[in-house]
């Protein structure tokens, strides 16, 4: 079925670095979500994007939508180790709201 | 708004025992989704239900998986009888299609091993 490809699988940096996460799909998305899952945890809304080319801010994390809706990404500046977990891309169903999840990024961060 | 609930949180039992996990969504929010998730897997959608009604159990893997929601306000999946292999992580969410947006509400999960 229709799924979003994530990379990489895994990352491990060093406090301070940065972090991008890829997503990307063979189709085109109506809208595109981000949610982390921190060790132990369970799955948090982060944001959704819908416009093309789309570009949002929350604090240290930058999220954009590709321009043909058919990739997002996800940047963290200057890591900390608040920032670990597994982030996940998620394809909206649209109206039916179903959420087809990545197999997510797993970030951690050494202190 | 005390959130998703979920109980039990862990539970611990034998093959071939019927297993009942419960759901309470979040109070006005008229979708619920079911998700198992394991390392192998990640998280699958097993079934979602909207107004109580389940649309889609496509997710559901086998018929020993059987989930209802009597109300708005309570939800389960059943497993009878259960199998090493549905040991996993198991998630209750909802959502509000009045919200204007499909974010989902995640509860803490149950825990379930099943020896």
């Known amino acids: 079925g229709q799924q979003v490809m994530q990379i990489p699988q895994y990352q491990h940096v060093q406090e301070g670095e940065d972090f991008t996460t890829y997503c990307n799909s063979s189709?085109?998305?109506?809208?595109i979500q981000w949610y982390k899952q921190r060790p132990g945890g369970h799955p948090v809304f982060l944001i959704q994007?819908?416009?093309?080319?789309e570009v949002k801010k929350q604090k240290r994390l930058t999220f954009q939508f590709g321009e043909a809706k058919k990739n997002s990404s996800l940047h963290i500046t200057a890591t900390q180790t608040t920032d670990v977990g597994t982030y996940f891309c998620?394809?909206?169903?649209?109206?039916?709201?179903?959420?087809?999840f990545g197999k997510g990024t797993l970030l951690t961060v050494n202190p | 708004d005390a959130g998703v609930i979920q109980s039990p949180r862990h539970e611990v039992t034998e093959m071939g025992q019927e297993v009942t996990l419960r759901c309470k969504p979040i109070s006005g929010h008229n979708s619920l989704f079911w998700y198992r998730q394991t390392m192998m897997r990640g998280l699958e959608l097993l079934i979602y239900?909207?107004?109580?009604?389940?649309?889609?159990d496509s997710g559901m893997p086998e018929d020993r998986f059987s989930a209802k929601m009597p109300n708005a306000s309570f939800s389960t999946l059943k497993i009878q009888p259960s199998e090493p292999r549905d040991s996993a992580v198991y998630f209750c969410?909802?959502?509000?299609?009045?919200?204007?947006?499909?974010?989902?509400?995640f509860g803490p999960g149950t825990r379930l091993t099943v020896l």
């Open positions: 994007l819908v416009k093309s080319g």
């Open positions: 998620v394809m909206s169903g649209g109206s039916n709201y179903k959420l087809t």
């Open positions: 239900f909207n107004n109580n009604v389940p649309i889609d």
């Open positions: 189709t085109t998305l109506s809208n």
């Open positions: 969410a909802s959502s509000s299609q009045l919200a204007g947006s499909n974010e989902q509400f």
